[in-house]
Structures are given as structure tokens and as C-alpha cells.
């Protein structure tokens, strides 16, 4: 929404649309299995867009410090399950580890113009 939304209209629809309700990471049962292994992912992939979120953010916005802090979360937990995810996990998810890792914001619509 931050690319399509006018200036100035992203953060009110953010606020309204997390209602300060962000989400946890997932109960993971069995690390193991190719859909727990998907969610080891998951964890690392919205932890990723969190901070890119928040770093998109406008200074002081009350909404960074609690994306940062959930990201923190998402990350701690996939982190901890990345080596029990089996082959079908070890694999590909160390991909996912490094974006989250590597500090790089998601690509802005300007950047996804430029790779066009």
C-alpha cells in the first residue's frame, strides 16, 4: 500500500489496518515438515518487511519501534528453528535468513523501475 497510496495517506491506512495488532510468529510443531519449514520462512520473510516498513516510516512515527520490535521477534524465532528444518529447509531458507540479516530494505517502487 505504501506504493500505491498518495504521499502522506500511508501511515493513517497503516495504523488502521494493524490496529496495533501485529503478528505473532506461529506455534511450529514439527520444524521437520515441508509446511513447517514454509513458516521457518515466513518468520524471516516478515521480519524482512517489517523493518523495511518501519525504516519507510516518518521520523517519530509510534508505529516503527513496534514493527521493529515484532520484526525482532519473527527473526529471534526463525533463527532458532533454522537448522531443524531438515534438507528440504537448510536449503533455501539461509536465503531468506540473509535478507532479513543483510539490513536491506524491500525494493521501493522506484528501485523496481529502475530493475525493470
Not at 4 to 15: I, K, N, Q, S, T
Request: aromatic share 10%; hydrophobic share 45%; proline share 9%.
Amino acid at each position: 500500500m505504501g506504493r500505491v497510496l498518495p504521499a502522506g495517506e500511508f501511515e493513517p491506512w497503516l495504523a488502521g489496518f494493524l490496529d496495533c495488532a501485529l503478528p505473532e510468529p506461529p506455534n511450529l510443531d514439527d520444524p521437520e515438515d515441508p509446511v513447517g519449514g514454509h513458516l521457518v520462512g515466513l518468520f524471516f520473510h516478515r521480519a524482512w518487511t517489517m523493518r523495511g516498513i518501519a525504516q519507510r516510516l516518518e521520523a517519530g512515527d509510534p508505529m516503527a519501534p513496534k514493527l521493529l520490535m515484532n520484526a525482532k521477534l519473527h527473526e529471534d524465532r526463525g533463527m532458532s528453528l533454522i537448522f531443524e528444518s531438515g534438507y528440504q529447509g537448510t536449503h533455501w531458507l539461509a536465503t531468506f535468513a540473509l535478507y532479513c540479516l543483510s539490513g536491506a530494505v524491500p525494493a521501493s517502487p522506484e528501485g523496481c523501475a529502475a530493475a525493470g
